[in-house]
T-cell receptor
């Protein structure tokens, strides 16, 4: 089955700096790659997603890139703010719709 | 904006007891899912449900688990005889359609504690 690896597991950045989280997946049939932000005790909230027919997508300070050949995708957060502190999960999906999640990255933005 | 809702927010039960976790998916959504997250770990897929039947289930979803859509709005997860290792946060999710893989929206979760 699908396996999603996510790095790093923790990331500490200074406010205003950029944060980058990387994920790799194993199943070449995967064609949907969402990113979720989860604050302590809360539900995963979708922040951005990308489908396999697109190489890059941007939404304000957040961008995601996808390299289907290498089977990896990345989340980029620019101009980080303290409210960006959370756990971020990447995931992959394909026909059948289940999502396979990465292990999560705990991001701490230091003021 | 419509949201997935779940009840209860926290359920404490004794080992061996049955529990039912309830979810109300977003009203025009057709695909429903259950995931679980053991404290500090990743979110794991349990089961997906469409057209009143299970479309896919993981190896975690054994005979102790069942799902049901008892009416037009609720979607339930039943654990027949809870074990200590069933303690986790259980998330329900729903998506509009699945012609292509579709965005899944998560509920707030039910924290299940098995003593």
């Amino acid at each position: 089955g699908e396996n999603v690896e996510q790095h790093p597991s923790t990331l500490s950045v200074q406010e205003g700096d950029s944060a980058v989280i990387k994920c790799t997946y194993s199943d070449s049939a995967s064609n949907y790659f969402p990113w979720y932000k989860q604050e302590l005790g809360k539900r995963p909230q979708l922040i951005i997603d990308i489908r396999s027919n697109v190489g890059e997508k941007k939404d304000q300070r957040i961008a995601v890139t996808l390299n289907k050949t290498a089977k990896h995708f990345s989340l980029h957060i620019t101009e980080t703010q303290p409210e960006d502190s959370a756990v971020y999960f990447c995931a992959s999906g394909a026909a059948g719709n289940k999502l396979t999640f990465g292990g999560g990255t705990r991001v701490l933005v230091k003021p | 904006e419509p949201e997935v809702t779940q009840t209860p927010s926290h359920q404490v039960t004794q080992m061996g007891q049955e529990v039912i976790l309830r979810c109300v998916p977003i009203s025009n959504h057709l695909y429903f899912y259950w995931y679980r997250q053991i404290l500090g770990q990743k979110v794991e897929f349990l089961v997906s449900f469409y057209n009143n039947e299970i479309s896919e289930k993981s190896e975690i979803f054994d005979d102790q688990f069942s799902v049901e859509r008892p009416d037009g709005s609720n979607f339930t997860l039943k654990i027949r005889s809870t074990k200590l290792e069933d303690s986790a946060m259980y998330f329900c999710a729903s998506s509009e359609g699945a012609i292509t893989v579709d965005t899944q929206y998560f509920g707030p979760g039910t924290r299940l504690t098995v003593l």
